[in-house]
């Protein structure tokens, strides 16, 4: 990764927090709780994958027609977030297979 990769990425994740800035006070409260859970135990790409700005194109468009983040989502954050990453690999995925990998010494 070149210094010019760096400041790029740098400049995306910028212009990222500020739509998230200008999303309405219910919005920016859910969006970070779902950034947190998806970081903890979301897909390996997150970070530069489309995941993270399909929720803010998502919540400004439900912002937009004046409905209630909760009306688009539901009540279960968790629940919403885990249906986004069914399908992709995640950090638990690596972690079971990691551990999947190891002998186990009780075996032996």
């Known amino acids: 990764m070149s210094i010019g990769d760096i400041i790029e990425g740098k400049k995306q994740w910028r212009a990222h927090k500020a739509r998230i800035k200008a999303l309405p006070p219910d919005y920016r409260i859910v969006y970070k709780e779902m950034q947190t859970y998806l970081f903890k135990v979301g897909p390996l790409d997150l ?60 075996e032996q």
């Open 47 to 106: 970070p530069d994958g489309p995941l993270l700005p399909g929720i803010v194109d998502f919540f400004e468009e439900g912002a937009a027609t004046g409905r209630g983040v909760l009306e688009l989502i539901g009540t279960d954050v968790a629940a919403f977030c885990d249906e986004l990453v069914k399908d992709s690999r995640t950090h638990a995925d690596a972690l079971q297979q990691s551990i999947a990998g190891r002998s186990n010494p009780a």
